[in-house]
């Protein structure tokens, strides 16, 4: 890979004609805006798509997109593991959107699709709310809380968030079949 494994909203956009983007955020984040010309694989079906995306890397460089950049680098990570070399795109999204650059939006993105930071931070206020209010009735519902608030402190700690892996399986965040296949051909056709 000629790629550095990381690289700047502006170093992306002068290379996106050369690049195969891979968006690896949910299908409802992808639809909200994502990189010209990219490519929806959720962070979860990286392992099923490994054949399509080793031959869209034997073909030429690939750069990994999420949200922030924590989705991508891990998914850059996992392709690394099964000597898939591929770049992700400091800061995500919105370093995209913030230098100025255009985001795709096919159609109209519903109103209702939230991006996974949004669905972790409601998830995460609504159990500690409960556990704080349930908390009289019995305090082991103060747990909840704790457990909660040592996730968030462990997910800061790592880099990665198990609430938001638990909710990418939600029917609402997953791709449709026909979609995920759809996509993989391209990446084989590409």
Not at 85 to 107: F, N
Not at 131 to 145: D, E, K, N, R, T
Not at 168 to 176: Q, S
Request: charged share 15%; proline share 6%; aromatic share 2%.
């Amino acid at each position: 890979m000629t790629t550095p494994h990381t690289l700047s909203a502006q170093q992306a956009r002068t290379r996106l004609h050369e690049l195969t983007v891979l968006d690896v955020r949910t299908p409802g984040e992808y639809a909200a805006g994502h990189l010209p010309g990219a490519l929806n694989i959720p962070l979860d079906r990286i392992p099923h798509a490994l054949p399509a995306i080793r031959h869209a890397a034997d073909r030429g460089d690939v750069l990994v997109v999420c949200a922030s950049g924590a989705r991508s680098d891990s998914a850059r990570r996992t392709l690394a593991e099964h000597g898939i070399d591929t770049a992700t795109l400091a800061g995500g999204t919105g370093a995209w959107a913030a230098a100025g650059h255009d985001l795709h939006r096919p159609g109209q993105a519903s109103r209702t699709t939230w991006g996974m930071e949004r669905q972790v931070r409601l998830t995460a206020g609504a159990l500690v709310l409960a556990g704080l209010v349930l908390g009289p009735v019995h305090p082991a519902f103060l747990l909840v809380s704790a457990a909660v608030a040592g996730g968030l402190t462990y997910s800061a700690l790592t880099d990665t968030c198990g609430m938001a892996a638990v909710l990418a399986k939600l029917p609402h965040n997953r791709p449709r079949p026909g979609d995920i296949n759809a996509t993989l051909t391209r990446l084989l056709d590409h």
